[in-house]
């Protein structure tokens, strides 16, 4: 047991650790607890979007801006928010988008050359070019003139979600009900489920080098390089037996590596939570971990890799989580959820000899199961019922990850 306990001490030093949540509300100076949207400022100032409004916060104060106060903002019921290269802060709420040079706010709408008044989300291109997702499509705005793309151009139909800007000047468009549109300022090339997507309604797209991180209403899929599908997670957060849905709310990946995302169950009212993957394993982190709410809307991931939490109930910034992501390469498996209950769904990043076996510990170092491995093997659902609550440890070659056992 000498390596194996070498491997676990490494593993808990390197990757376990306490994290902080602090949480916002109208208590502190929030404007208004639901939150659906956030950005960080070019000053480390993080902006949100509200029911009532737009808040500022710069570690110590609060700035509120309401359409009361700033008559030039087209709603106050914000549905996105977006801080450019110009520092210039836009919003898009069902009456239009408006922007704000740091005194007054100037909206735009269809009059003006917008394709659709309800904006569900903002980008921008390296050109300065401002872009807006709407329920029916596609706009955007070079500080002059206004052009808008839909179906006849070659988007799908469903309106866009999210929009992100790939380093090669690609926009990777998430739709509503036609996958990814990838959009090279000519065509669009579309990524559906018939490519291997868990679902065609996304939520949100995070691009972190090679990988390709894309939110769906039924959980999350990985692209590589090529842009095909290399694993579907649709297990990261843990239901109540029956449920097993996973829709993803947001993405966001911090400079350390970690990717976050933010799950919420809809139709289970109180189910709902964060999970950050460190290229090895998934945790999870819901409200009796610290989090203010469960209806997570948004995240973002701030210049501290400090991540905030935008929910129905406030904001939460977790912070401290000790996470970071090794070289996703060097390990052989992921596996989620953690804590697990009745399964852990183990995905094999690398192909493994047939002789391999999956050994799990119990935290005296006993071996309490093992299970078999098939050479072309890409996952297994193991199950989890014969084992007790607790801290487990999986072993599969030389990589060790931990698991919590929670039911």
């Known amino acids: 047991m000498k390596v194996l306990s070498t491997l676990l001490l490494t593993i808990m030093c390197g990757t376990l650790g306490a994290q902080t949540f602090t949480n916002y509300t109208t208590s502190d100076g929030l404007l208004n607890n639901n939150v659906s949207s956030l950005c960080e400022g070019s000053s480390g100032e993080m902006w949100f979007g509200t029911q009532s409004g737009v808040s500022k916060f710069d570690g110590n104060t609060w700035t509120s801006y309401e359409q009361s106060n700033y008559p030039g903002m087209a709603d106050d019921n914000i549905l996105s928010i977006y801080m450019n290269s110009e520092d210039e802060l836009w919003i898009g709420t069902d009456f239009g988008t408006s922007v704000f040079d740091g005194s007054t706010f ?24 401002m ?65 291997g997507l868990v679902s065609d309604k996304i939520r949100a797209i995070a691009l972190a080098g090679d990988d390709k991180w894309v939110g769906t209403a039924d959980g999350l899929s990985l692209l590589g390089s090529d842009n095909s599908l290399t694993t579907n997670y649709t297990r990261i957060y843990t239901l109540p037996a029956p449920d097993t849905l996973n829709p993803i709310e947001d993405l966001a990946v911090g400079t350390d ?17 964060v999970c950050a993957y460190n290229g090895s394993q998934w945790f999870e982190f819901d409200t009796e971990d610290g989090l203010i709410g469960p209806v997570v809307r ?93 801290v487990y440890y999986v072993k599969i070659g030389q990589q060790v990850e931990q698991v919590l056992i929670n039911r």
Request: with cysteine; net charge negative; proline share 3%.
């Open 106 to 129: 100037t909206t735009y709408n269809s009059n003006d050359g917008l394709g659709n008044n309800k904006v569900q989300c903002i980008g921008e291109d390296a050109d300065g070019t």
């Open 131 to 195: 872009w807006f997702g709407t329920i029916t499509g596609l706009s955007s705005y070079d500080g002059s003139s206004w052009t808008n793309y839909g179906t006849s151009e070659g988007l799908p139909f469903g309106g866009i979600n999210s929009i992100t800007l790939a380093e090669n000047g690609d926009l990777w468009l998430g739709t509503g009900l036609g996958g990814i549109a990838i959009f090279d300022g000519k065509d669009f090339l579309e990524i559906t489920e018939d490519d």
């Open 257 to 273: 590596g970690v990717v976050w995302a933010g799950v919420y169950v809809d139709y289970l009212v109180t189910e709902g939570g």
């Open 298 to 390: 948004a995240l973002a991931v701030d210049a501290g890799n400090a991540v905030w939490v935008a929910t129905s109930s406030g904001i939460s910034k977790i912070s401290d989580h000790s996470l970071s992501s090794p070289t996703v390469h060097a390990n052989r498996f992921a596996m989620y959820p953690n804590p697990a209950n009745e399964y852990l769904s183990i995905q094999f990043l690398k192909q493994f000899s047939e002789t391999e076996r999956i050994s799990i510990y119990d935290a005296s170092m006993k071996l309490v199961l093992e299970h078999p491995l098939a050479e072309q093997q890409t996952s297994t659902l193991l199950p989890l019922s014969g084992l007790q609550k607790g």
